[in-house]
């Protein structure tokens, strides 16, 4: 079966960094995807990794190890606007499992 | 214009009443999929298609049926719609050569009284 879990919500300070964490245990692995959703918008794709290791995208990155079922998002410089859900999707054969978001307030 | 368009964005409709939500892209992306998004539970899948013959049930297809009308057209029907049928309803397309990422449309809010 596909099960992803990341926590409910979480809260940081504008400026500075937050690790978002996803654990996944999943019957078939085919890559580990981060979306970001503002509140009422559409999901937007913000990383994919299916190799072990650090990925890095201006101030967001991602990190996954495949052998302990576990990625998580990191958000350098928090900006109000990054107030948002974070949703991490894995899975096989190309049908991702969503999990169910971390919602994310960044407060002044 | 947006690349995954989802019409109608709201919509309210009576229990009973049958609906259809459209889903057109400009991607040129062969497949395409219809989630829903209830508060707390996230994303689920309820059909996906990943070309015009192909036709697939997800996890929540009872009281659904999809239409791929074309590679660039995905529609979703409510037969008879239910008040627990209310949520918000995104249309979703990838690109088989590329292997991963969505791009999502706007979505398609629908409350069922």
């Known amino acids: 079966g596909q099960n992803i879990d990341q926590p409910t919500e979480m809260t940081a300070t504008e400026g500075a960094i937050v690790q978002i964490n996803c654990t996944y245990q999943t019957s078939g692995f085919n890559g580990l995807f981060w979306y970001q959703q503002h509140a009422g918008e559409a999901p937007t794709f913000l990383s994919y990794n299916v190799l072990d290791g650090l990925e890095e995208k201006g101030r967001f990155s991602s990190f996954l190890s495949r052998s302990k079922g576990y990625s998580y998002l990191l958000l350098k410089e928090l900006q109000m606007k990054d107030s948002a859900s974070y949703l991490c999707a894995g899975g096989g054969s190309y049908i991702p499992t969503f999990g169910r978001g971390t919602s994310l307030i960044v407060h002044p | 214009d947006a690349d995954v368009t989802q019409t109608p964005r709201n919509r309210i409709t009576k229990t009973g009443k049958r609906i259809m939500l459209e889903c057109s892209q400009t991607?040129?992306?062969?497949?395409m999929y219809w989630y829903r998004q209830d508060p707390g539970l996230g994303l689920r899948l309820i059909y996906y298609s990943f070309d015009v013959k192909d036709i697939n049930k997800g996890e929540i297809s009872d009281g659904y049926s999809v239409s791929r009308q074309a590679q660039a057209k995905f529609s979703l029907s409510l037969e008879s719609a239910i008040p627990n049928q209310t949520a918000l309803y995104f249309c979703?397309?990838?690109?088989?050569?590329?292997?991963?990422?969505?791009?999502f449309g706007s979505g398609t809010r629908l409350t069922v009284v």
């Open positions: 979703a397309t990838s690109d088989s050569r590329r292997g991963y990422g969505y791009t």
């Open positions: 991607k040129g992306h062969d497949r």
